[in-house]
């Protein structure tokens, strides 16, 4: 089945830099690529969500590269603000059999941010 | 906008008690899930459901029982807990379980197990 290393596990950077995650997966099938964000005491939240078809996308701070050949998804937060500090999760999505997909994710990264 | 509701946010249980998390959505979503999350572990699907009164097992479904008695409701049953057991466990829903389907989570239960 799919294989999800995310890293690194904790970051800490300082306000006004960025902060770069990495993800890479093994299912060369994997359609759809997330990364959600979680608060403490939080459920997750979508910040993006990308097709196989995209090398890139950002939106407000956020830059999310799709290397298909290398299999690996980046996250790029430019110019961190304390209020991004969470734990960070990618997620990828593949057929697993009939018309379902499966999603699995990384194991995540608790990203601090210290002004 | 909707909401998940998660009941209850701190669960402190006894080893060997059967416990029952609840999670209800006014999304109107199709499909509920139930995950559990582990310090470092990432999130591991336990059951999810397609439609009322469907089950589906994930990757750790053994030691839990579910059930969707209707559209909003999905709970989850903690069959036999283990001593020091300690994890979140997040309900989600989407709105059918297809390809690029946003998943919307409730806040999570915390359970500590004595």
């Known amino acids: 089945g799919e294989q999800v290393e995310q890293r690194p596990p904790h970051l800490s950077v300082r306000e006004g830099d960025s902060a770069f995650i990495i993800c890479t997966y093994t299912?060369?099938?994997?359609?759809?690529f997330y990364w959600y964000k979680q608060e403490p005491g939080a459920g997750l939240q979508l910040l993006m969500s990308?097709?196989?078809?995209?090398d890139r996308k950002e939106e407000q701070g956020l830059t999310v590269l799709l290397n298909k050949k290398d299999k690996r998804l980046s996250l790029n937060l430019t110019a961190a603000h304390p209020g991004d500090s969470a734990v960070y999760f990618c997620?990828?999505?593949?057929?697993?059999?009939?018309?379902?997909?499966?999603?699995?994710f990384g194991k995540g990264t608790l990203l601090t941010v210290t002004p | 906008g909707g909401i998940i509701t998660q009941t209850p946010k701190f669960l402190i249980g006894q080893e060997g008690q059967k416990l029952t998390l609840k999670c209800q959505q006014n999304?109107?979503?199709?499909?509920m899930y139930w995950y559990r999350q582990d310090s470092g572990k990432g999130l591991r699907l336990i059951y999810y459901?397609?439609?009322?009164?469907?089950?589906q097992k994930g990757d750790l479904s053994e030691g839990y029982d579910a059930s969707r008695e209707k559209k909003s409701s999905f709970s989850l049953t903690v069959t036999s807990a283990q001593k020091n057991e300690m994890a979140v466990f997040l309900c989600?829903?989407?709105?059918?379980?297809?390809?690029?389907?946003?998943?919307?989570f409730g806040h999570g239960t915390k359970l500590s197990v004595l």
């Open positions: 999304f109107n979503h199709d499909t």
């Open positions: 459901s397609i439609t009322e009164n469907d089950l």
């Open positions: 990308v097709f196989s078809n995209v």
């Open positions: 299912d060369s099938a994997t359609a759809y």
């Open positions: 989600a829903s989407s709105i059918r379980r297809r390809t690029n389907e946003r998943l919307f």
């Open positions: 997620a990828v999505s593949a057929k697993s059999g009939g018309s379902n997909y499966k999603l699995t």
